[in-house]
């Protein structure tokens, strides 16, 4: 009887909203362009990282939060809040020969890369690194490890509402 009700347990929490931050380059895909895009929904393709495709294959569910993070740009941060928009698929870029995300070890039976949809909820304010850096609630954020380089990242529940409920 207790394995049963630890099924059952261990099957709710697979089902309870997570939060997600997803980095992305605005010269390639910014928060202004999914809000543009049709359905405000892109494909997050192009992650090639084990960990990062893990979370998108395994743990990311439609209707999980993301904040939409800027990188690699001049002024990095959080840029706007989306959603998981589907549950993860075969990256299509891994099939692509022309695709610099292309995998030659990557077959349409045996794919190894995997993505997901995001919709485009809103643009914020741009949160910097530096201001998330300043708040000691956020202290223990994933993104700000030193050496975090994922571009997918989990963020707690506290967080998100730090985020979400002061920062934004």
């Given at each position: 009887m207790l394995l049963h009700r630890n099924?059952?347990?261990?099957?709710?929490?697979?089902?309870?909203?997570?939060?997600w931050l997803m980095k992305s380059e605005p010269d390639e895909c910014s928060i202004d362009d999914v809000l543009a895009a049709p359905?405000?929904?892109?494909a997050w393709t192009g992650v090639r990282n084990y960990q990062a495709r893990n979370f998108m294959r395994d743990a990311?569910?439609?209707?999980?939060?993301v904040l939409f993070y800027?990188?690699?740009?001049?002024?990095?941060?959080?840029?706007g809040l989306a959603e998981v928009a589907s549950k993860a698929y075969p990256d299509p870029t891994q099939f692509?020969?022309?695709s610099d995300y292309f995998d030659p070890k990557a077959t349409r039976e045996r794919p190894r890369w995997f993505n997901v949809d995001?919709?485009?909820l809103k643009k914020t304010r741009l949160v910097p690194l530096a201001?998330?850096?300043?708040?000691r609630a956020l202290a223990k954020m994933w993104l700000l490890r030193p050496g975090s380089r994922l571009s997918i990242t989990p963020v707690s529940a506290a967080e998100w509402r730090t985020i979400t409920g002061s920062l934004l």
């Open positions: 099924a059952q347990l261990s099957e709710k929490a697979k089902q309870a909203v997570q939060y359905e405000r929904r892109t990311m569910r439609p209707g999980d939060g800027h990188s690699s740009c001049p002024e990095p941060g959080i840029a692509d020969r022309a995001v919709r485009a201001e998330l850096r300043a708040h």
